[in-house]
């Protein structure tokens, strides 16, 4: 069964009948993990290196999916675009985004943070023809479906059901290239791309340094 979003009494909930999933950024586990992250304990962290003093640290996540990533670079201060080529995706985080615009402890969070209906190819074009620049872009391509995806979260199972040929995956190598090379024209600092860790390839491009996860990794690109 296709993936469906659906009204609730809690926000917009993604269906495909048997999984169900709302986005939150205020549950008290999310809210306890984003206290509680340092760039000592969170690998995204020690792959942006987001300056602590630094108000207008700008970074382009061009693969928000759900937006949990850039929700915690938002939280270290960023200040995050999210990109989302997916009409349902981008649906359930910006009513989730809306639903924290009356949380006041919140809000300075939330201020940090918009996403934006649209394929990131076509942004990074805009953006290039425009000079806008970003301090950082962030790239997260789906990763290979394994053989038994019940295992996977079922957020995860559901983001995998709404792949199509426009999303970025690293079932297409030049894909991720294209993205790359559009992307070293709009970042001023640096390039992080999430990978699985088994992978031995995930662009022809040559990164600077890795970060390693347990079950990820995070390439880094500097300009």
């Not at 929700?71 to 989302?84: K, S």
């Amino acid at each position: 069964m296709s993936v469906k979003i659906i009204n609730s009494n809690k926000g917009l909930m993604l269906s495909d009948g048997k999984l169900k999933h709302i986005v939150d950024f205020s549950t008290n586990s999310f809210l306890y993990r984003c206290n509680k992250i340092t760039q000592k304990t969170e690998k995204l962290l020690q792959a942006f290196k987001i300056p602590p003093s630094n108000n207008h640290y700008s970074i382009l996540d061009i693969t928000a999916g759900f937006a949990t990533d850039g929700f915690l670079l938002a939280c270290q201060g960023a200040e995050v675009t999210l990109l989302e080529n997916n009409l349902i995706v981008y649906q359930a985080v910006n009513d989730a985004i809306q639903r924290l615009q009356t949380t006041q402890n919140l809000q300075t969070i939330i201020n940090r943070l918009k996403i934006i209906y649209i394929d990131s190819r076509d942004f990074l074009e805009k953006c290039i023809a425009n000079k806008r620049q970003y301090n950082a872009i962030y790239i997260d391509p789906m990763f290979p479906v394994k053989g038994k995806t019940s295992k996977a979260k079922k957020e995860l199972q559901l983001l995998q059901k709404l792949i199509t040929n426009n999303t970025l995956s690293y079932d297409n190598i030049s894909q991720i290239n294209d993205i790359i090379k559009l992307a070293k024209q709009v970042v001023m600092e640096k390039i992080v791309i999430k990978a699985p860790k088994q992978l031995n390839k995930i662009s022809d491009f040559q990164e600077n340094y890795c970060i390693y996860g347990k079950t990820c990794c995070f390439y880094v690109y500097l300009k």
